[in-house]
């Protein structure tokens, strides 16, 4: 082994002991907790709210991952079009919420969004009706947007630097309209970053947990939240683990789909150079 | 093959480009005929560039205006414009292979599906690169790039095609070897071509006329020989082709006006002072501008120089360097008057080492009178103050 192979070796220990070797208890658990067999499986295969648990993670990740990519294309671009000072100061935006809490950025939103919060009290000034959003869905959809949209900027940034700006001009001169140039020159060559930062975004949704427990509700839970009172509070652990088993089907059913997708908009991505996979 | 299309007359009138305060182009002007080749050329930050971005349209002009075939492209967006661009660094859409390349633009023009394949095949053909349509733009070495970016840019037989130094990327035989290509397909197609260039060489070469830019204005406008012959001033002789200069002045004497050399001690002869009567030029600071193939340099053995045959005069100077290049010798020269380049062929060339005096000699009649320091433009008449003074302001895109 090379020198630097030998290096290695500290990280590979720590991701065996931090990840492998839970995991594979976990999965173990939800196989022989309270006693070996499937009865896990079938409950989450049978219960209707472990399902709907499940299906509202995974819908709410696909929300998070769309609103995400809508809203960062755009400030991705503003930002690998701009002057360098622009550029900082629109990175230096982006990145702010990373210094902050997950905690801290939770309460920012009671505050906005609760009965009395900012929200209601400029809808009330200007005449409109106080809407309930605290406590619902939505609230959490637009806690997590604001927490994963750096993850979101930073992959299709990356890609959109490198994307030569004559590229449009080109498409431009040879009779393309400015919309036409950028759905067949720019859009594609940006795929690279849009894939990467939805696999990042979807990845990090199903996992939050701070998040909707503060903006959420108890009636309208997600696989963390539930996987959470059934380990802790239940003290149910081979629930908790196929809890935890579906989750990590998931991310992989997603991250094959994805692979999928981008290999099906070709082996273009890969031979720019810029693959996200 | 015959030609395939018309070229456009092109015509820019009285065109300024200002970025805030700084002013990269001013009072340009310019008709280009049906089919002719035109350089721009001038060292970077010149308006070479910016001009040639306004005539695309990527660039609107602070001022002025511009007519494609007197129809007036100003304000027109770029799409609209019908011409044919070749880019530096080529501008390849990485992510479609050579063939969608050159079918782009037949795509925006609305060409049926047979016309198209048609077309990009002739395309590739004229370029040489028919067995490349299926490969990506990363496959290709520089040279098959730069003739995808042609084949790409004449497909749809634009009537004007723009080059932004298309062959700047390339090394000196590649470059060599793609200049006769363009020529030869600017001849097939009848295309009017306006080419960017900051190469002296590639634009005598190529051109039919030539631009010559400094400092956001145009210095002198006219075909390869006119220019080497006869620049219009200061600037443009040095920065096309080599010379001598040496200082001097107009003055008038008896038969009319006559140029004064400066210092003419350094006569070899010293024989008093070297003049040589002018016809056009302005009283006073001057100074005289000669060809490195109409001096001849001889070693200071006594006789020869100075009293060559009859029309010629000379001067002593001291060689500063000697630079052996193939087919002639390059010596830099200099005197109290000024210096330069002298070139002679290799075969007659003496053998001189560098520190060693001179001298040189030249037919009068193929000196050149400028005027020292400010010059008249041929554009607009206006002074340039400092024409020698390099563009301090950048280009911009």
Known sequence: MTKAGTLAWPALVLIAAAFFVPVAMIIARSF????????????????????????????????????????????????????????????????LPFWTSMMVRAFAWIIILQRNGLLNTALDAVGLPPVAILGTNAAVLIGMCQVLMPFMVLPLFSVMLGIDMKLPLAARIMGAPGWKAFLGVYLPLSLPGVFAGALIVFILSLGFYVTPALLGSPREQLVPNALYSQVLELLAWGRGGALAVALLVLVGAVFLLLYLVARAFGVRIGRIGGAAL | MTSRGTGAALRLTEICKRFGSVAAATDISLDVAPGEFVSLLGPSGSGKTTTLNMIAGFEEPTSGRIAINDRDVTGIPIHRRNIGMVFQGYALFPHLTVGKNVEYPLRQHGYGRDARREAVARALETVSLSGLRDRMPAQLSGGQRQRVALARAIAYDPPLLLMDEPLSALDKALREGLQFEIRRIHRELGTTVVYVTHDQDEALALSDRIVVFNDGRVQQVGAPSELYSRPANDFVSRFLGESIHLRGAVRESGRGLEFVLEDSRADVSAGGEISWPVKEARLGAAQTMIRPENVTLAPLDGTSAGEGAPGTTGIRAVVRDVVYTGHSVKYVVECPSGGGVVRMSSSGAPNVSPGQEVGLS????????????????????????????????????
């Open chain 1, 32 to 95: 022989t907790d309270p006693e070996p067999g499937l009865q896990n499986y079938t409950w989450l295969m049978t219960n209707a709210t472990a399902q709907g648990v499940v299906l509202r993670t995974v819908w709410t990740a696909l929300l998070a991952t769309v609103i995400t990519a809508v809203l960062a294309y755009p400030y991705a671009y503003l930002m690998a079009t701009s002057s360098p000072l622009i550029r900082g100061l629109l990175l230096i935006v982006v990145l």
């Open chain 2, 362 to 397: 030249w037919d009068i009649g193929r000196a050149r009178v400028l005027g020292e320091r400010s010059v008249r433009t041929e554009a607009d008449g206006a002074q340039v103050a400092g024409a020698v003074q390099s563009g301090e302001n950048e280009e911009r895109r």
